[in-house]
């Protein structure tokens, strides 16, 4: 087990759904990541949440929102989501400024139909 | 684009055998990174270099880092065949904290 706790593990979702991703950690770390992966494709950023500021890759489409409720928390909110938006929502945690490298959950494995 | 470039892109061995993956990356560095991943699952930290280090042991895993050809080496010594999965390395650049992976390269261990 990892102490990035992402939920829920799998998803199915339509076009015209709105769903959640839900990402917690308690190791105290002030930074917190998504990333998208496609099958065989390495982790792309999406967001990043800094000490509650927020950072965005200019590329990731507004169907996709992230929100930080608290330092632990780090949800991504989906809506009118494509086909091609299928792939593994990785959620990480770091602290920054520690050489320590990136804690990662599970993944959510999206599938939209 | 992708910071971090890697060789092989699949590397095929027998157990018992020393496995090693190469990165390149373009710009300046505060440390690289890599991690592992089995697939369909999340990313695993192996081990991190930082830039004013050369080389790096971690158990069965040895990291090298050249800043002035700005490429890493990653090597598994007497693989299993629970080795095999995708390796990555990654980057923080001088300029953020954001990290940025490279295309990996997919292990095979054969028993």
């Known amino acids: 087990d990892t102490e990035v706790t992402q939920t829920p593990k799998h998803l199915v979702m339509g076009m015209t759904n709105k769903k959640s991703l839900k990402c917690e950690q308690h190791?105290?770390?002030?930074?917190m990541y998504w990333y998208k992966q496609k099958a065989k494709k390495p982790p792309e950023l999406m967001f990043v949440?800094?000490?509650?500021?927020?950072?965005i890759n200019e590329s990731v489409p507004s169907r996709f929102s992230p929100e930080c409720p608290n330092s632990s928390l780090l949800n991504l909110h989906l809506h009118a989501l494509q086909p091609e938006d299928s792939a593994l929502y990785l959620c990480?945690?770091?602290?920054?400024?520690?050489?320590?490298?990136?804690?990662f959950g599970s993944g959510t494995r999206l599938t939209v139909v | 684009s992708q910071q971090g470039e890697e060789d092989p892109q699949a590397l095929s061995i027998q157990e018992g055998e020393n496995a090693t993956m190469n990165c390149s990356y373009k710009?300046?560095?505060?440390?690289l990174q890599w991690y592992r991943q089995n697939s369909g699952r999340g990313l695993v930290h192996l081990i991190l270099?930082?830039?004013?280090?050369r080389e790096k042991h971690s158990g069965r895993l040895r990291v090298t880092l050249d800043t002035s050809k700005k490429s890493s080496s990653l090597l598994i010594t007497a693989s299993r065949a629970a080795d095999t999965a995708s390796y990555f390395c990654?980057?923080?650049?001088?300029?953020?904290?954001?990290?940025?992976f490279g295309a990996g390269t997919r292990l095979f261990v054969k028993a």
């Open positions: 270099i930082r830039s004013n280090e």
């Open positions: 990654a980057t923080d650049d001088t300029g953020g904290f954001k990290t940025i």
């Open positions: 710009t300046s560095i505060n440390n």
């Open positions: 990480a945690s770091s602290q920054p400024g520690q050489h320590y490298g990136y804690t």
């Open positions: 190791m105290g770390h002030r930074a």
């Open positions: 949440y800094s000490y509650e500021k927020l950072s």
